[in-house]
């Protein structure tokens, strides 16, 4: 759910460009609406990636969220790459998102994290704050433990070639591939093959400001259907995923 | 109908690119005919927007699609990006457009506005200059109020997605992606499904500099075809769409 | 047959970069065979736009070419981008490319031209040094006067959609969209099927560099059966199409 | 096997930025056992190039290659750009690649090597250190000998449209084109019949960071069981086709 913030958070340049805004906004305006509706319909339950400022823009995704089976998770709150922040700049994004979240109405007890770019410093925040697990690397394509930092950490990875956003994503400033559906739905489903080959998870990642538009909503309905014609797959959030997670190693534990 | 305004609009260096240069000039004097064409063959109108210096330099085609039942629209003087210019910048774009339509034969007595950004200052000139409707915001895929500046700005959103440049332009300054026209088809028609299941309306953008060229007009054909054979559409201009839209928004009356 | 010329000419730094000068080689030492077999077993003439320096480097293409039917074009001499260069610069690409071809084994008597971009200088010097047609602009998809400049100058116009280098070019500095053939075959053809209804012209641009390749002279030929197969094609050099072409208009003879 | 070298060695900046480093880590611990139980399961050998870099971060993969009648060679110790670097930093990654090789168990005898980019100066260092063939010039589909340098060397080209990594590589920093894997596997089947036909050598690159996602094994299984369909493939490694290759030439002969 970044909405506006991938743009806000590139530049104040982009404070006046309302044109672009209004390609963040269409997302918790009118793309998160029709996904919804999608998840409803297949009894889907989903993981809500959410910047802060999204929740202090558009408190009323949370309400249209908080009624399905569905997870909070945290996106930080100007959807900031990390990479590009000191360590002061990691923890207030950290912090300013959580707080979003607590004034929101219903805030979740705990949070996963998913950031763009995760660096040292958050990874070590993120036994800090607590965060359950994280969905930021991708050294493999099943949860993992990540023991780089002072204390291991659980990822549930996920891949650019399972997310909307480079197949679909464009603005004038970054241009984009704008794939064929046909493209993006062969790949997925030849990925939950592999994936039910091996009895897997397969984590797609999508954007209401991407998959929200009418075609692609087609193109995700046929997805979900391609996956339950080709063998029995469980739909779980995040939560439900990192709960059936393997102990961390005992070398790393902190 | 930009002609050669997104190129001279980009600097100076452009003013001797004859090769770039024809490419824009291909619209105008080549594209459009065929447009025009195929528009009257299925019976179709279409809202024309035109930047000044095209209607200045080519005013043949003012004289061109005045036979038919379209619309003209402003589209700035040389297809200024807004959001690089001041306050004075920006109204000197859209006097100077309005101007050049002023000078041309027979100029339509109100305009609506497409802008590639939109920045606050221009939006408020909308209001200003008395213009009935706009097209360069895309927070929804239906028409809708927007109510960020001092008075209500009907919108009548296009997507990138549904426009031809992104997929077909391409110059060796920025490249392109010379997309596969079934992939269009297949895009479009498929928004198309969306937009007639949802009873909604779906706004095409194209530009004679790409969709003129012989191979991309065949693809447009068999997109009207396509629809046809689909359901039952109505094409219309943005003037008849902006006629159904609802009052504004009571709140945000200026 | 650009050859090297491309990359010698964007820069000294590339003299050194073996890698990216051995693509550019692949053209004259390799892909050329495989063209003029293809097009020989076809009986279709071409037209080749050789760099001086490819002659310089390379004289055995033009051995290897005035076998056929073959007609030889002017492309400058390493392949300078004309807008980033003065009236002097400009001048002496011309005249070392025409030198080139002088010291190469009979020399054609007249020569078109084709550049990558035309400026204001280079296309007056066309009519200085007699070329008599030029493939530098796109303002129509048929032959056509230009009239901007002193003199009327024949185009023979191309396009990016109708050439193979923006499809299949790729080096590690200025990527590229490695395309489907059977994209690029669909678009051909459709773009043959257009210029079939309307009895004009096509031209198509190629590079032994890009279009020599294995998986793509397969494509070649698919794509001149398949003309084969939905008309009757008549294969010219621009020689050929430029005698067919109407008399220069009254207004702007100089 | 790349590994973490590209970003790594790309800059210094690279070393926090732990999610594209996980994508290159994601080859070493996740796709290598994919590749290499897919070649197995062919019983196709294969040559693993590999930077000096991942045999230090990564010993577990010699180990896993070892096992089969694979061919290890030579890839530079951090993957950096020639192009970049002076003759001395040339020599330290040649050289620091090949004591990586000796640190771990049960190094080759002799290494070809395949490079980014080659320059004059490694050119001439291949036959210093007694490389027997290299792999980073492409002005032939066969193998050549390349003699601009002070004695010939073996090559043994490959191309951007048989590596997997324009088509599929994707960071947020330098983007990708996320192809359809039914494009790819059109174009290297396609090339396939172009070599059958011809009786020559194709060389596809495959990268386990890339290739090693699950959608791509797949496409990999059908590219093979493809050639096997359609011919008799003799699948080799770098070494059983130099042996193979003809003698250099007497002319160039140091």
Redesign the interface.
Known sequence: MDGETPWRGEGP?YG?????L??G??GP??GLGRVLDLLAGHQIPGTFYIPGYTVDQHPEVITAIQGGEHEFAHHGYMHLGT?GLDEGGQRAELERGLTAFERARDPPDRLPVR??????ET?AMLTEFGFGYDS??????RPYWDV?GSAPVLEL?G???LCDW???G???YH?????????VE??WL??Y???RA?RRVLTLTMHPEAIG???L???LDRVITGMRERGRPWFATHAQIAALASQPPASARG
């Open positions: 340049e006046r460009r309302l044109t672009v209004s390609q906004r269409f305006e009118r990479e950031r763009l770019e995760l660096t040292p990874l930021s690397l991708m050294a493999d394509d780089s990875p891949h650019w070639s480079p197949f679909f464009y603005t004038p241009g984009g591939l704008l794939a064929n559906p046909d493209t062969r790949i030849e990925e093959e592999s994936a091996e538009r009418g075609y909503i087609r193109m």
